[in-house]
């Protein structure tokens, strides 16, 4: 069963403040790692994406990826209140029956309070 | 910037009736999913599509859904008979190239499902 792990929350983070989200992921050959943030009734939309071990950083946001820990993160710095949301973590596992699909956590839910 | 279009924004059914939802993907990508998201629960893939085929479904994807391309623009999920556990935001998604060759998903708006 590939499996995409994230703490469901709420994460309550003062505003101003770094907001750290993380995710682990069961299948060690994992292609492709995406942050989504979906707000109340809305559809997921895209925060960042990564490949490759290291940070991706862009704006606000840093990726942080370990294949080798199967870890996945997301630092958000100077949170703004406008950041409060879930936050879903999704995988490509890049195997043979899943090229083209996403496996998604079942997302974090941020607060940061004013 | 380009978008991913569905209607209808809401759908409520009777339980066993047949619905249609449409999706119109940003016009350049070639591959196109559904995913769905029961209230509170995750998001589930459903099935992807490209050149004018099933890619890949998932379990949930059974004999009651088909996928159809009906012309240049138009990607639609059909159930065929509704049951009350199908209520759920379905979102549709699409991408220029394959997942695991660098591409990411851009999500519609999705249409929420009340089968009563």
């Known amino acids: 069963q590939k499996e995409v792990e994230q703490n469901s929350g709420p994460l309550s983070v003062p505003e101003g403040a770094i907001a750290s989200l993380n995710c682990t992921y069961s299948?060690?050959?994992?292609?492709?790692f995406f942050w989504y943030r979906q707000y109340s009734g809305k559809s997921p939309e895209l925060i960042m994406f990564?490949?490759s071990n290291g940070d991706k950083e862009d704006g606000r946001f840093t990726a942080q990826l370990n294949k080798a820990s199967q870890y996945v993160s997301l630092l958000i710095r100077d949170s703004q209140p406008s950041d409060s949301a879930t936050y879903l973590c999704?995988?490509?596992?890049?195997?043979?029956?899943?090229?083209?699909?996403?496996?998604w956590g079942a997302g974090t839910k941020l607060i940061i309070k004013p | 910037e380009p978008e991913v279009t569905q209607t209808p924004s809401h759908q409520v059914t009777q339980m066993g009736q047949e619905v249609i939802l449409r999706c119109v993907p940003i016009?350049?990508?070639?591959?196109f999913y559904w995913y769905r998201q029961i209230l509170g629960q995750k998001v589930e893939f459903l099935v992807s599509?490209?050149?004018?085929?099933?890619?890949?479904k998932s379990e949930i994807f059974d004999d009651q859904f088909s996928v159809e391309r009906p012309d240049g623009s138009n990607f639609t999920l059909k159930i065929r008979s509704t049951k009350l556990e199908d209520s759920a935001m379905y979102f549709c998604?699409?991408?220029?190239?394959?997942?695991?060759?660098?591409?990411?998903?851009?999500f519609g708006p999705g249409t929420r499902l009340t089968v009563l």
């Open positions: 998604a699409s991408s220029e190239i394959r997942l695991d060759l660098g591409d990411t998903q851009y």
């Open positions: 016009s350049n990508h070639l591959y």
């Open positions: 599509f490209y050149n004018n085929e099933i890619s890949e």
């Open positions: 299948d060690r050959g994992s292609q492709s």
């Open positions: 990564i490949y």
């Open positions: 999704a995988v490509n596992m890049g195997s043979m029956d899943s090229n083209y699909q996403l496996i």
